[in-house]
């Protein structure tokens, strides 16, 4: 994983890997989203920024045959800019 995308998970408290499930007992609260799609988890997560887009997106990918809420996925990247809804990280993190 590159530099910059350790960097922001430790900003974002993002685990290097977990479960879906976990995934989503951390973010639903906070004003996040958390998708499977297909060998992915999709994640748009909440972080106060002053500016108003307050946004990112992050993909995991499973590590195991197990894709159900239980099976193992790794962080895989975290969007580089932020937006102004979740809406707009699920998209960003579809594309990627």
């Not at 479960?19 to 609260?29: A, D, G, Y």
């Not at 045959?65 to 990280?89: K, R």
């Given at each position: ?7 922001k998970?430790?900003?974002y408290?993002?685990p290097?890997?977990?479960t879906?499930e ?37 993909t ?13 996925v790794?962080?895989?990247?975290i969007s ?10 699920i ?6």
């Amino acid at each position: 994983m590159k530099n910059q995308t350790t960097n922001k998970a430790q900003t974002y408290r993002l685990p290097q890997t977990t479960t879906p499930e976990s995934l989503e007992m951390k973010m639903m609260h906070g004003g996040g989203a958390v998708l499977t799609f297909g060998n992915r988890t999709l994640v748009a997560g909440y972080f106060y920024n002053p500016n108003g887009r307050c946004y990112y997106g992050a993909t995991y990918r499973f590590t195991t045959a197990d894709h159900t809420c239980e099976g193992e996925v790794e962080l895989a990247s975290i969007s580089e800019e932020t937006f102004e809804d979740n809406g707009h990280a699920i998209a960003w993190a579809m594309a990627h």
